[in-house]
């Protein structure tokens, strides 16, 4: 943002407060303080204001999660109707309430067959954290308590519990706290865009597919498939750089799992509620879990909630287990996150906002791939849905990455800032998907901003 001196009294009063007594996620506090925060104060549809008055195209709909944009106010009062009717109470005194009961109905009527049966949660990393408690439990019910291992991806994001953040496949996670824990195994994951650099040479996506399941495979007969509880993975892996899988891999590994009898979890954090152009990751890509989490767009992100949907054999497995179920949070399916779930479910089927998707969602890929056209630094646009994807190389003709990840695409990210424009930089893809209600001249708008900013990008790091 623009020098300290020339800023509001109120925004420096919020970044020294801030400074003073907030801890940031992901952040380097120390170096965060000294450049200051940008202070949001409002937002509406898909654009957000600062406290100096600008106005920002928010390509990330937050964090992957505001499906229906800002400001909708069907959700506010859904969620004000229940603040006044029932500000809290809880499911654990053989109780529930009409919001939740009525939310667990209308997800099980938009999950993927078999999928009956859900459990509530606040987060992401929460739901995953209950998910793998839920797999053991399975297990042991079973009476196979040797099946304790945790198989998850390369370059995987779910979350930062204890549980979670050991999935995860990102390896800077990892040191600050000693995980993995211990029972976290990692397989490798299909970034095919990466497979050249990564020595595997030209080969085609489909074969890279798999031969990652058939690594996938290898893996499991060396620590042992009685030994393993489940594989956990994203439909598309998002925090991760957006890597879509080649259309061979998930059936190869859906044969794999069943193969060992392995459970299946997918989380479909991100690419839940539309995000893909179908309810869930799961029917677009045609992948039976056994179990399933869900969080961000399952409310547009206006009230924390996430889910825990259970297939077949483990809701029947774990409903008819003739025990208490040693599980749950104060706010697992708290009334007014519900209330708030609830009606954005309602305004997404309503308003059609899935099958728009298929239309908005490949205009997006189509213009970003007009304005990017023979841009030298552009490796390769993809997408589904609302995702998009652009890969920053030295040479746009070649799959090889610049030697030092992450500097190119922050240069670039920032360019996106400073022009109004939200977007991520993971290593050095710019990824984009915005709000599922967003119009072809946001679109365009979009687009423009990003061109801009990966032209200049370019010219600075003297490829154009
Ligand atoms: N699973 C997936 C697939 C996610 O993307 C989580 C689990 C964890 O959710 P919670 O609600 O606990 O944060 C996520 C979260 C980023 C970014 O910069 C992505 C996430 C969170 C924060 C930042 O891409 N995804």
Excluded at 9 to 27: E, G, K, M, V, Y
Excluded at 94 to 101: E, G, H
Excluded at 246 to 253: G, Q
Aim: contains cysteine; hydrophobic residues 40%; charged residues 20%.
């Amino acid at each position: 943002m623009s020098n300290p001196s020339s800023l509001h009294n109120q925004t420096q009063q919020w970044r020294a407060l801030d400074a003073a007594h907030h801890i940031h996620p992901f952040s380097d506090t120390a170096a965060l303080n000294k450049e200051g925060v940008r202070v949001i104060t409002r937002a509406d549809g898909v654009y957000l204001w600062d406290s100096e008055g600008h106005k920002i195209l928010d390509g990330m709909s937050g964090l992957w999660c505001v499906q229906l944009g800002y400001g909708n106010k069907e959700l506010a009062e859904a969620g004000y109707e229940a603040l006044k009717t029932l500000p809290y109470y809880n499911h654990f005194f053989k109780t529930s309430n009409p919001y939740t009961i009525e939310l667990a109905a209308k997800l099980a009527s938009v999950l993927p067959d078999g999928h009956e049966r859900v459990l509530f949660a606040n987060s992401g990393s929460e739901a995953n954290d209950s998910a793998l408690k839920l797999i053991r439990y399975y297990w042991n019910l079973k009476g196979k308590p040797e099946k304790k291992i945790h198989l998850s991806r390369d370059y995987a994001y779910h979350g930062v519990t204890f549980a979670a953040a050991s999935l995860s496949g990102l390896t800077p996670m990892h040191p600050q706290f000693d995980l993995p824990l211990p029972g976290f195994e990692k397989v490798p994951g299909p970034y095919w865009f990466g497979a050249k650099a990564a020595g595997h040479g030209d080969i085609d996506a489909d074969e890279f597919g798999e031969l990652i399941a058939k690594k996938m495979e290898e893996r499991i007969v060396e620590i042992g498939p009685d030994r393993i509880a489940s594989f956990s993975a994203e439909p598309v892996q998002g925090a991760g750089g957006l890597i879509f899988p080649p259309e061979s891999y998930w059936p190869a590994v859906q044969k794999i799992c069943r193969k060992y009898d392995i459970l299946v979890h997918l989380d479909e954090v991100i690419t839940g509620f539309g995000r893909v152009g179908e309810w869930f990751g799961a029917q677009a890509y045609k992948i039976a879990p056994d179990i399933m989490t869900m969080a961000k767009g399952l409310s547009s992100g206006y009230q924390p909630i996430s889910a825990i949907s259970l297939g077949s054999r483990m809701g029947e497995a774990i409903s008819n287990s003739n025990e208490e179920l040693v599980h749950g949070y104060t706010y697992s399916g708290h009334p007014v996150a519900s209330a708030v779930a609830l009606k954005n479910l309602e305004v997404m089927e309503r308003d059609g906002l899935v099958a728009r998707v298929n239309s908005i969602g490949p205009y997006l890929q189509r213009s970003m791939r007009e304005a990017l056209a023979g841009n030298p630094i552009v490796g390769e646009i993809r997408g589904k849905g609302l995702l998009c994807a652009i890969e920053l190389v030295p040479d746009g003709k070649e799959r090889a990455f610049f030697p030092d990840p992450g500097n190119v695409g922050t240069h670039c990210r920032n360019y996106c800032f400073n022009s109004g424009l939200i977007m991520r930089a993971i290593r050095d893809t710019m990824v984009c998907a915005p709000p599922l209600t967003i119009t072809e001249a946001e679109v365009d708008e979009l687009v423009a901003k990003a061109k801009d900013a990966i032209d200049r990008t370019a010219k600075d790091f003297g490829k154009a």
